[in-house]
């Protein structure tokens, strides 16, 4: 840690990560017991030893973006306060434990606020630089990002790209502090909200759920006077990543297997990458930002940031030597060969400047304390200002109004500008979703008609297979020399007793002819008496063997029936 701790004491970021399968040990590294501290507590040590005397305390500087500083109102710098009391309240009980096993008596105030005689001195005195301390708790559970230091309930965070490739979290908390004991304290404190629970792998004691960042922020200030103008932000974060997880070994189910699912998703993702950037750097590449997939997961997204703007990555690989856990540590050892072989290179990005409306504001406070001082020669103008580089002298707000003013007409012309660019896109759009909907109709048409042709494929193809079948059938049948078609049986046929003496088949046939052709005497009476229904015709008498024959020949009959046989056949 002592290289690392020197190169961040002379300007250069750093982060370091413990990587390891889960119960090896990750936390333990960062953390440690009571009695033995880890590198978090250890760094701090180290840290606040290195600045004593030299931290301010007025608690109205904040950090803004990744390398700017921004000046709080009262009611930010109250809120602030009263958040960071509450905070190193809950963790004091942990550090009068630890400092009870050291031996020491030095716990943390009751108020949660350290103050120092000689830093009310530095903010004021003529020269010298004072440093301020931030730090901040980050969690990464489940693919959300979530402030360990926030008040009440835990509170999910947006992360937004900054210039130069760096990533910050929207509204992350960062609490100034002035000494070892209220960093520890904040430190336990929200060590105690991130998610752990046991598992199969760790049944004695608890396993983290989550990757969690606990970064030091160190802005350096230069005493201007009655003012102060921000030099330079050095940053220093732990990374405790979770272990990755065998169902196997962890037997987890539930919740718990959604959370193990989360982190080796994450890890795997973080491992991709890690791998394409030796692979691109193998290569010779060096611009491989846009080519990298930090997208895939919230936790390859911060470290996105990190590679982009970091010095120095540093590794620290935790193996278990249980033997039920050698196929994990196998793996945790050649993906760190792999890691081994990336180097980084001391990339910083730009200062960050000041949005516009917080830049009016600071100005707005500032010029307020001139006019209420009559001092108009300690004009602060610590927001950095590409285009207003010529305006030396710090009394000469017309002149920079004006410039403000004429930046905000041409923010206005260029949202203009942007507007109506928006408003064609939306009006493509809207031609785009039209002509959508209508493919999607025809589409569905379409369907509907493909639909009905196969089914008339389907009817047609079972006829034709019912053709083939039918003409294998017949095919079998003349080769077996089998008659499919059985003879038709001789009908029974019987001589009409009238003059024709034609042949009729017997029943139906002979009998009408008979009665209504040939008109055979007695055969009617003889049809009578076998029970057959005779129609007379109600002009002329003829008898007929039909209703429907007697209605035929009565629209013709007139009334004579003048040819009716007499002669019986013999």
Not at 71 to 76: A, I, K, N
Not at 175 to 198: N, R, T
Not at 449 to 467: F, I, Q, R, W, Y
Request: include cysteine.
């Amino acid at each position: 840690m002592a290289p690392l701790l020197n190169k961040f004491f002379i300007g250069e970021d750093s982060l370091i990560l413990s990587f390891g399968a889960t119960n090896s040990g990750n936390t333990h590294t960062m953390n440690g017991p009571a009695t033995d501290s880890g590198l978090i507590p250890r760094s701090l040590q180290a840290l606040f030893s290195k600045y004593q005397g030299h931290i301010y305390s007025g608690g109205d500087v904040q950090p803004f973006g990744h390398d700017g500083t921004r000046f709080l109102g009262v009611g930010e710098k109250k809120e602030i306060s009263e958040r960071k009391k509450a905070l190193v309240q809950a963790g004091s009980a942990e550090m009068r434990l630890r400092n009870q096993n050291e031996g020491t008596e030095n716990n943390p105030k009751s108020d949660g606020v350290s103050k120092d005689a000689n830093d009310g001195d530095l903010a004021t005195s003529s020269g010298g630089t004072v440093f301020v301390i931030f730090i901040s708790f980050l969690e990464v559970y489940n693919e959300k990002l979530f402030d360990i230091f926030a008040h009440g309930r835990r509170t999910e965070v947006k992360m937004v790209d900054g210039v130069g490739g760096s990533v910050t979290c929207k509204d992350l908390t960062e609490i100034p502090v002035c000494s070892e004991d209220e960093a520890l304290a904040l430190f336990i404190a929200g060590h105690q909200k991130v998610q752990i629970s046991a598992t199969g792998a760790n049944a004695t004691s608890s396993t983290s759920r989550s990757h969690s960042f606990f970064k030091i922020q160190v802005v350096e200030l230069e005493n201007r006077g009655r003012r102060l103008a921000a030099v330079r932000t050095t940053q220093l974060t732990f990374c405790d990543l979770a272990g990755c997880e065998r169902v196997d070994q962890t037997h987890n189910s539930g919740a718990q297997l959604r959370e193990s699912a989360n982190i080796n998703n994450s890890l795997s993702s973080l491992l991709k990458v890690i791998r394409m950037i030796r692979q691109k750097q193998s290569q010779g590449q060096r611009d491989f930002a846009t080519k990298i997939p930090f997208r895939d997961s919230k936790l390859t997204r911060i470290f996105g940031g990190y590679f982009a703007t970091c010095a120095h990555i540093t590794m620290l690989v935790n193996v278990n030597p249980d033997p039920t856990m050698a196929p994990s540590t196998m793996q945790t050892l050649k993906n760190s060969a792999i890691i081994s072989q990336v180097v980084t290179k001391p990339l910083r990005p730009p200062p960050q400047t000041l949005g516009a409306s917080s830049f009016v504001r600071q100005r707005s406070v500032e010029l307020e304390n001139i006019f209420e001082n009559d001092d108009f020669e300690n004009v602060s103008t610590t927001a950095p200002r590409s285009k207003r580089q010529r305006l030396t002298s710090p009394n000469s707000t017309d002149n920079e109004l004006g410039h403000l003013r004429s930046e905000c007409g041409d923010l206005r012309a260029e949202t203009e500008k942007l507007s109506e660019q928006r408003d064609a896109l939306l009006e493509a759009n809207a031609s785009l979703e039209a002509e959508l909907a209508t493919t999607k109709r025809e589409l569905v048409q379409r369907d509907r008609e493909n639909d009905a042709l196969k089914g008339k494929v389907k009817d047609v193809e079972a006829s034709l297979e019912m053709m083939r079948a039918g003409a294998t059938t017949r095919r079998n049948a003349a080769m077996n020399g089998v008659n499919l078609y059985p003879p038709i049986e001789k009908r029974k046929m019987v001589k009409c007793r009238g003059p024709c003496g034609k042949d009729y088949e017997f029943g139906w046939e002979i009998d009408r002819h008979e009665v209504q052709k040939c008109r055979v005497v007695n055969s009617a009476s003889e049809l009578q008496e076998k029970g057959r229904t005779l129609f007379p015709c109600t002009r002329c008498d003829r008898p007929f063997i039909s209703n429907g024959d007697m209605m035929r020949h009565r629209v013709k009959c007139d009334g004579n029936d003048s040819g009716k046989q007499t002669k019986v056949c013999k």
